[in-house]
């Protein structure tokens, strides 16, 4: 059983963040927008540049929009920038198989060319990616402050570390989860009751 989130008062809003490569057009985001929908809370799911510095001032801009006191999740490198926004605003987070130590994740992809399934984008990841992720990188984390949502069989992060750096979040584990979490719509109740909004369990269901 999980304890009972306890934020300091209803969050105004939610932000979601979404992962390395993606867009505010995946199925991840597209639930998170229906679920603020039915509870009636603002919600904002920007499309983040790949260069991580950028993302992050995006995201910092659109956090502003969502009053005093957000929530702001994130999936995958989301996660990472949730959990910076997060520490950096005294805010309350919900991550979802987040990355962990991200500049040692992206310098294996230095050199690597991607392409962005949602806006079709081409680039390139450089040295300065691995250089801004490590800048960016907080210190130390707040578990108290996140819910961490962990697949067991990740495929691309170790769920491991992730566990050990937020050791005392409230903690739910999706046995044989991979890493794109297919089942979220299962978990957006929790999600939102870490922002204290109760969402009625089935009110939002994953599209096949």
């Given at each position: ?20 490569n993606s867009g505010s057009a995946s199925p991840k985001a597209a639930l998170m927008r ?122 691309t992060l170790e769920a491991a570390e992730a566990f050990a750096l937020y050791q005392g ?6 046995p044989g989860g991979d890493h794109g979490f297919s089942a979220l719509a299962d978990y ?21």
């Amino acid at each position: 059983m999980l304890s009972p989130a306890c934020p300091r008062v209803p969050t105004t809003g939610v932000l979601y963040l979404h992962g390395f490569n993606s867009g505010s057009a995946s199925p991840k985001a597209a639930l998170m927008r229906e679920a603020c929908v039915d509870l009636g809370l603002p919600c904002a799911t920007p499309d983040l540049p790949h260069r991580p510095d950028q993302a992050l001032d995006v995201a910092t801009a659109r956090l502003a929009e969502l009053g005093d006191y957000p929530l702001v999740v994130g999936s995958s490198m989301g996660g990472f920038l949730a959990t910076v926004l997060a520490e950096r605003h005294d805010l309350p987070g919900g991550l979802v198989n987040p990355a962990v130590a991200p500049g040692r994740l992206v310098a294996d992809w230095v050199g690597e060319a991607f392409v962005n399934p949602y806006s079709s984008e081409r680039f390139v990841v450089e040295e300065d990616h691995r250089r801004a992720l490590a800048a960016m990188t907080p210190e130390r984390v707040s578990p108290g402050r996140y819910l961490l949502l962990l697949g067991t069989a990740d495929e691309t992060l170790e769920a491991a570390e992730a566990f050990a750096l937020y050791q005392g979040a409230r903690t739910i584990l999706h046995p044989g989860g991979d890493h794109g979490f297919s089942a979220l719509a299962d978990y957006l109740p929790a999600i939102l009751a870490q922002g204290g909004h109760a969402l009625a369990p089935g009110r939002v269901a994953a599209r096949g």
